[in-house]
Every structure is written in C-alpha cells, then in structure tokens.
C-alpha cells in the first residue's frame, strides 16, 4: 500500500488502521455483484478489437434484459423511517400486482429486444462472412464473370 | 510588439470548450496577444466542436508565413503532425502525453489506432521541433531521450475564472448536502478508470456510508463503449447513487465542486490532470491515484495513494470524510498549493519561452 498524506509518508501508521478497517468491510461481505466474474460488464475490458467487445456485450445484455420484481431494501439509518420503510413495504406488498403487471410486459419487450440486436448481429457477421451483397436487395453479389 | 515577430498560432489535434489542452491553448492564445504577438488556435476543421468555432480556424484556411514560428500540442497522431512537419518557421512542440493504446482496445480501434500511429511518429515530431515543452516532470522524462535538446517544463496553467462562477443553481438543488458528495471529473475514457473509483464507491456506500452519492461529470463522447461499460456496471452492483453528470457547463461545474465533499480520482495515466487543481481551488479534499503527473499536480498537498483493494480506498475515503484534523491538514497543504499555482506569473514564463524559441 502506497499512502501520502499532505506531502507525508503515511503508510507505515495509517496504513494498517485503512487495511483493519478494509478487513472489517470485507468480513460483513456487504458488496455483491448480481453477476459472477465471467458475466460482470468488466469483461467488456477485456476485449481486443470493437467486434469482440460488440459480441461480449450482445451476450451480457442478453443475461440482463429483464427487470428484477425483487423489491429493493432502501437505507435506513433510524428507528421511526425503518419503521416507515416497513409499513410501506407492507403496503406495497398489497398494491404490487399492478407494478408485476406492467414489468412483465416490458421484460418481454425487453428480451426481444435483445434477441433483435443478437439476430441482427449474426446477420451482419454471415454477410461479412460469405462476401458483399447488394445493398439494395441484400442478395449475394456474383463472382465476376459468372452468368447471371 | 515583442521579439520583433508578428505572429504565434498554436496548432492542436481537436478544439472543444472544457477539454484541457484547449483550455491551455486558449489561455495562450490570450496571453500571446497579451504580449504583442497576433495568435490564432488552429484544428483540422472536422475535430472542432461546434460550440468552439468562434475560438478556432480551421487547419485547411490556416496559411502560415514561414519566418513565424507555431507551438503545437501534441497528444495523438493528427492532421496537424504534416502541417507542423511542413512548416518552415520556428516550431515548439508541447507535449502532453500519448496515452498507452491499450486503454482504447475494444473500446474503440479508431483511436487506438490513433494513438499507436501518435506513438510511433513521436520520435519524428520532436526531431523536427526547435523546441520542446512539457506539461509536467512526468511528461519531460518520457520523452527527453527522443529529443536532442533539453525538455523544458511549463505546467499546465489555471484560470480560476473558469470555476469561479456563480454555481448553476439547478445543479446545486440536486445535489444538496444532505448526502455525502464524493466527486469525479473528466472524460468518461478507459485510461482514468473509473471502474476502480466505482467499485471503491460500491464498498463505501454499502458498508459504511448509505447516504452517499457518487457524482461523475465529464463527457461520454470519446469512448461511448467504455461509458455503456460503467452504466452496467453500476447496475451489477445496484449502485442507485451513481449519478452519469456527463458535459458540464463553468457554472455546472461550478456547482458540482461546490456540492462535493471529497474529490477522488483513480485514473492510471495523466500528464497532469486539470481537475485536481479545479478542487483545491474549490476547497474540496482530493485523493488521487500516485501515478502519472498527479503527484506534481498535488505537489506535497491532498493525499496520494496506490497498491490499495477497493475495500482500502473506501476505507481510506471515510477516514478523509470523518477524521476533521487530518481533513483539516489536507486542506490546509491543499491551500499552500493553491498559493504556488496562482502565484505563476504566466505572461513572464511564456514571454521567455516563446523570446528563446524565436532566437
């Protein structure tokens, strides 16, 4: 660990206090990624060329094309708004159908959508793959001197 | 008039307003005219932002007489290398590192190929130069075995007038202090990696401080790639406080240094970064990464670190935010650095500068 404080050195005593306190935060496990490793969006970093990151990131967001119904736990750091939070979470609970409703229609939007772009994706990989086509009526442009 | 010589332009590889060689460029182009010198800003036509046209010519109209001498600003590869190359006057470069490629890999090959092709004819531009500035310590040693004749050192100058303006009051009611405002500003580019920053952020506001806001302003446009690639990763994490600010006006930023608790950069390559100035100036602790030209940005002020695991930079982040003493030794050596950089007698420096290219 490299630590400078004001112009100051301070790795050598502030530094074990920062690394105890990094200790602790890890210990609780409090930051989770929805995704494991292989699928988080920092793979996209990984790519070499912009067709790589392009196939990387059709894959990734075809694993998130959905909005999770799962309903968030907002922060709440005194008594009287957690109590708050709970009476509204339980309201919530009675009024949710609507909400799962209208989600799930845009989740199926949301996925075809997805397979749109991956579909399109392919289609424009084949093309690159079996030579030019005519723009106009997308059919394969023959091989010169062949009979038409 | 100065030297005897009627004109200085500048030539850049792109002109838009907020972008930090285009800030320096103009703040010369002012203190050239200043000093007697006609000056222009040049950029090939295509890379000049449409907001900008006013401060700019365009490289094709630009016809310079041949005893003038031209100061160039070299980043990338550009139109503006064949213009400087063929150039017959006096020529100083100044040199604001090329950033390694692979940062741009994936993200976008245009520019990597840009930057390997700025690269590779970086040996060639500095044979050509009667002159070469850099913009800090970092910059100067990169370079001073391509060139012949020592690496002069002009850091990149600031003009408080660009942040003190009054603060873009719709900003500022968004932005109340009512949660702890942690601070990053620059382009959205793969090199500043602002992935680290976000998941040190993922850990603070978790673990330790839930009512805290991560607050990103600077442009999306030169790498939208790798900006799609932050957005989901703030979504992975479900980080419902990261707020994407992108382009922001003087009075914008104005306002976003005026919310911000802590400034905090984990970018891995800069000259010099701008930005850690624009918070001193605005009084806001700064912690950046001890890479690049930070620590001469910094010099001996704000808190440099390295080699920690996001847990440790959020750790380190809350020590800065609730230890009131060591905020207040920040701040203060942050203040005595404020009195170094605008104690620059800019007119003087480049005065002498611009007398010993001419002769």
Redesign the interface.
């Known amino acids: 660990m490299k630590l400078t404080i004001a112009g100051q050195d301070r790795a050598a005593d502030l530094g074990p206090e920062i690394h105890a306190a990094a200790n602790a935060l890890v210990t609780a496990g409090t930051v989770s990624s929805r995704y494991a490793p292989t699928d988080s969006a920092l793979v996209l970093g990984g790519a070499r060329t912009e067709a790589e990151y392009l196939r990387e990131l059709i894959r990734l967001v075809r694993l998130r094309s959905a909005i999770s119904f799962a309903a968030p736990t907002p922060p709440h750091r005194n008594p009287l708004r957690r109590l708050a939070g709970a009476l509204r979470a339980a309201v919530w609970n009675r009024l949710r159908y609507d909400h799962d409703h209208t989600v799930n229609q845009l989740n199926v939007q949301l996925k075809l959508l997805a397979d749109t772009i991956e579909f399109q994706q392919q289609h424009f990989e084949n093309i690159l793959k079996s030579g030019p086509t005519n723009p106009v009526t997308d059919a394969r442009t023959p091989p010169p001197g062949a009979s038409t | 008039m100065s030297g005897g010589t009627a004109r200085v332009d500048q030539l850049v590889a792109g002109f838009a307003l907020g972008d930090a060689i285009s800030h320096e460029a103009l703040l010369l182009r002012d203190v050239l005219r200043g000093l007697g010198y006609a000056s222009d800003i040049v950029a090939p036509r295509a890379r000049i932002a449409a907001a900008a046209t006013a401060d700019c010519v365009p490289l094709e109209s630009w016809r310079p007489q041949a005893p003038n001498p031209v100061i160039a600003h070299y980043s990338t590869a550009s139109e503006i290398t064949d213009a400087l190359l063929a150039h017959r006057g006096r020529k100083a470069l100044v040199y604001h590192n090329v950033t390694p490629a692979e940062f741009f890999?994936?993200?976008?090959?245009r520019i990597a190929a840009e930057l390997r092709r700025g690269r590779a004819e970086l040996a060639k531009v500095m044979r050509a130069a009667d002159a070469v500035w850099a913009d800090s310590q970092y910059n100067a040693a990169e370079i001073q075995s391509l060139c012949a004749i020592p690496v002069r050192v002009f850091p990149l100058p600031f003009a408080p007038a660009v942040v003190d303006v009054a603060p873009d009051p719709a900003v500022a009611a968004r932005f109340s202090r009512s949660m702890t405002n942690i601070l990053f500003v620059g382009r959205m580019v793969?090199n500043k990696c602002v992935?680290d920053l976000l998941h040190a952020f993922?850990?603070y506001n978790?673990?330790?401080n839930?009512?805290s806001r991560l607050i990103l302003v600077g442009s999306n446009r030169t790498a939208p790639?790798y900006y799609?690639?932050?957005r989901?990763?703030a979504?992975?994490?479900?980080l419902?406080t990261v707020c994407f600010e992108e382009f922001a006006s003087p009075s914008g930023l104005s306002a976003y240094y005026s919310a911000a608790d802590l400034f905090v950069s984990t970018s891995r390559h800069e000259g010099f970064c701008l930005p850690l100035v624009e918070a001193m100036h605005k009084q806001v602790p700064v912690l950046a990464r001890?890479t690049g030209g930070m620590?001469e940005a910094l010099s001996?002020?704000?808190?440099?670190?390295?080699?920690?695991?996001?847990?440790?930079l959020?750790?380190?982040m809350?020590?800065v935010l609730d230890d009131a003493p060591?905020r207040a030794?920040?701040l203060?050596?942050q203040r005595q650095r404020m009195v170094q950089i605008l104690g620059r007698d800019l007119r003087e420096e480049v005065g002498a500068l611009v007398r010993e290219l001419i002769t």
């Open positions: 890999d994936g993200y976008d090959d793969p992935e993922a850990w978790r673990g330790i839930p009512r790639r799609t690639m932050l989901m990763l979504r992975d994490w479900d419902t001890a620590p001996g002020a704000g808190v440099l670190f390295d080699e920690m695991a996001p847990p440790e959020a750790a380190l809350q020590r060591l030794t920040v203060a050596a």
